[in-house]
């Protein structure tokens, strides 16, 4: 079946630091690939998304781009913000165009200090 | 763009008691909805799918009889938490996928419902 795997947190970070998460994933076929976040006590907001390989997803300064070669979808930000603390999630889904059910990592706590 | 709107947002209920959750599309028509489960500090774990005018599709190992959805309008999908005990709390969310112009497909998601039994 299909998995993702984040890389382990807490992840702590001073502001204007450089982040990466790690993403990995298992799937059949071609998947399509997200990166949702998650702020306290809140649901969960698409930050950014790649549906074929090669794809850069990029918002408010977050890219990561679909590597079919290394099943990796690796969240990258140049310069972070306080405002960036929060939980991680890297997801995917079947691609095309049937909606399945979306697979989750483990999720990816980023604290951000001043 | 697509809203979800979930309510409540918190509920604390007595043990044995049960608790409804509702998920409304506000601008567009949900004919599936996710309802995931997610504990503190850990990942979303899908539990059913509910589509309009069909019975829902089960996670396996997740009790049908206690986590009864409904999704009896393209609108509205509803998830009730019956005879909650202390293990059910939790902070549940829903989610419907969208369709946008010229792209296959994405997500939205509710603003998700702390469930708290004591």
């Known amino acids: 079946g299909n998995s993702v795997t984040q890389m382990e947190g807490p992840v702590t970070l001073s502001e204007e630091a450089f982040l990466t998460i790690n993403c990995t994933y298992t799937a059949t076929g071609y998947p399509s690939l997200f990166w949702y976040v998650q702020y306290p006590g809140e649901g969960l907001q698409l930050l950014l998304k790649a549906t074929k390989a090669d794809d850069k997803g990029s918002n408010k300064g977050f890219e990561a781009t679909y590597r079919k070669e290394t099943t990796s979808f690796h969240l990258e930000k140049g310069s972070v913000q306080v405002s960036d603390s929060a939980v991680y999630f890297c997801?995917?889904?079947?691609?095309?165009?049937?909606?399945?059910?979306?697979?989750f990592g483990q999720g990816t706590i980023l604290t951000v200090h001043p | 763009g697509a809203v979800v709107s979930q309510h409540p947002s918190r509920v604390i209920c007595k043990s044995g008691t049960s608790v409804k959750i509702e998920c409304r599309s506000l601008?567009?028509?949900?004919?599936?909805m996710f309802w995931y489960r997610q504990f503190p500090k850990q990942s979303l774990m899908l539990m059913a799918t509910?589509?309009?005018?069909?019975?829902?599709?089960?996670e396996q190992g997740v009790e049908k009889d206690k986590f009864l959805i409904n999704h009896a309008s393209l609108t509205l999908s509803t998830l009730t938490v019956t005879s909650a005990h202390p293990e059910d709390s939790s902070f549940y969310i829903c989610?419907?996928?969208?369709?946008?112009?010229?792209?296959?497909?994405?997500?939205?998601f509710g603003s998700g419902t702390r469930l708290t039994v004591v």
């Open positions: 601008d567009f028509q949900a004919t599936t």
């Open positions: 989610s419907a996928p969208t369709h946008g112009q010229g792209e296959v497909y994405g997500y939205t």
């Open positions: 997801a995917l889904s079947a691609g095309g165009t049937s909606y399945g059910k979306l697979t």
């Open positions: 509910s589509n309009e005018g069909s019975k829902a599709t089960y």
